[in-house]
């Protein structure tokens, strides 16, 4: 099976779904974010923060890239939709899933968050903003799921039954 890239919002859920994915379809599940964490030996906050986040997109590229396309569940940061090649890739070699989720119940489930730069940092009305300019490139996702008034278990379901009913 192609791999399956998980992508959406700030807290749309992609890693924790991913996780359960992974368990359930029996496949090794991997977080762009904690890759990166683990490889440039920092957290995300410290690579934005000493480093800017030039370098972290750069990073989530080359990343991208060097992890494997065939059986795997791959859960991707927010922003890796930014970047053209980063979409094209990810359409090309595996099953985008689009994690979608309403900009009220991401502020909900990130409101004790302090993981994020992007959302330390921003005002609400600018992370509104930041989500509508990201909105068309996630509907370029081969599949989009809404999670807003979903549990993670119902949404692995989806997933899942979607996976073996499609042409996937
Ligand atoms: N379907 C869901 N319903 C309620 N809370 C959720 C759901 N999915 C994730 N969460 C919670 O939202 C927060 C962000 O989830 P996370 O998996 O880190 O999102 P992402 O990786 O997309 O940023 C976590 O506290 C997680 O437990
Ligand atoms: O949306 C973004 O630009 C980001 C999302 C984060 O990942 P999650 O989507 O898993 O929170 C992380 O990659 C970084 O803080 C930037
Ligand atoms: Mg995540």
């Known amino acids: 099976m192609k791999a399956i890239y998980l992508t959406g919002f700030m807290g749309a859920g ?18 762009t974010d904690a890759y990166i ?7 995300i906050a410290d690579i934005f923060a000493e480093e800017g986040e030039g370098v972290f997109r750069a990073y989530e590229r080359e990343v991208l890239k060097k992890l494997p396309t065939e059986h795997i569940v791959i859960t991707t940061g927010g922003g890796i939709v930014i970047q053209e090649e980063n979409r094209r890739f990810m359409s090309n070699h595996g099953i985008v899933i689009y994690l979608h989720c309403e ?16 959302l330390m940092e921003n005002k609400q009305s600018q992370m509104k903003q930041l989500f509508e300019q990201r909105l ?28 073996k009913s499609s042409r996937f």
């Open 14 to 31: 992609k890693t924790t779904v991913g996780k359960r994915l992974g368990e359930v379809l029996q496949l090794p599940v991997i977080d």
């Open 37 to 43: 964490e683990q490889q440039v030996g920092k957290t």
């Open 136 to 163: 068309p490139w996630y509907r370029q996702a081969h599949i989009t799921i809404d999670t807003t008034n979903r549990t993670v278990d119902d949404i692995v379901e989806t997933i899942v039954s979607l996976l």
């Open 103 to 118: 900009l009220h119940e991401l502020f909900r489930r990130l409101a004790d968050d302090a993981t994020r730069p992007l």
